[in-house]
């Protein structure tokens, strides 16, 4: 616990510091963040407030591995999983402030990258860490082989996870409140699975110290993220959390159980999902704006009411999570 506790500390200090070195760089070579235009109109102030932010957590959480890890397979693995997930992200990033738009990668170019790294870090899991292919089923706590369909049902699940937490970050400290939140979640996970491990041989204590270096991160960038934000964290940074979150999950076994610890960025690109699909089906909007923080907002709720309702609510799927977890 000490040593978790270690990572969290050295991850916040060490991103507290990286702040000011960064965000007047980032400024100063206008790595500016341009706002969609079919977005709320109150959105637009925010226009050339800097992004590639992500890179300030990143810096974070390796620091503290570098400092706490023991360097497992395991923990190398989610290391790997957080960074390329991550270039991802940057290179989508580059290409937006290249072009000064809203878009960079197509979504065919992002969906090939996530799906081909996906492929390979599950097979990472499964071949290498000796994961095997079988999942748990929450509460019951019974396993179910799925043989070589666990690639398939998990790789679509990690670019699923990946994307929703790309889609929740909207709102100024959104998506990073609610990813501290996930990642002391599976801090815990993680430190409940030393004593009875889901997967024979990984160092849970490892994942548990990255668990809780990327949330000492994220508790870092808030700082810079909250509103009014000093800075976003990009693609760079949302991918990245969502491929550490997805990598955590696949080897504590809670790829089932993951969609209610982050039950926000499920709900999140569900609502995506739905309006797209009511609208091409129906011709009409199921919400005023999707994601669903959009929607609230366009009711008149504040920024920071939308983003504090939505913490609230990833408090409690957290600690839903935490207590169907069958380890």
Known sequence: MKLVLAAVVTALVVGLLAGPLLIPILRKYKFGQTIRSDGP????????????GGIIFLIAFIVSILFWGNGSP??????SAVLLFGFIGFADDSLKIHHHQSLGLTVKQKMFFQFVLSFVLIFIAEKILGRGTEVIIPVIGTSLNLGWGYYIFTAVLMVFMVNAVNLTDGLDGLACGISFLVFLGYALICLLAIKNAPVIGIDYLDLAMAAAALAGGCLAFLVFNHYPAKVFMGDT?????????MMLAILTKTEIIVLLIGGVYFIEAISVVLQVASFKLRGKRIFLM????????????SENKVVYTFWLAALICVLLGLLFTTF
């Open 41 to 52: 109109n109150h959105h637009l102030k925010k226009a050339g407030t800097p992004t590639l």
């Open 74 to 79: 395991a923990l190398l693995t989610v290391v």
């Open 237 to 245: 940074g949302s991918l990245a959390l969502g491929g550490g979150i």
């Open 290 to 301: 999707s994601p669903l923080h959009h929607h609230y907002e366009m009711k008149g709720w």
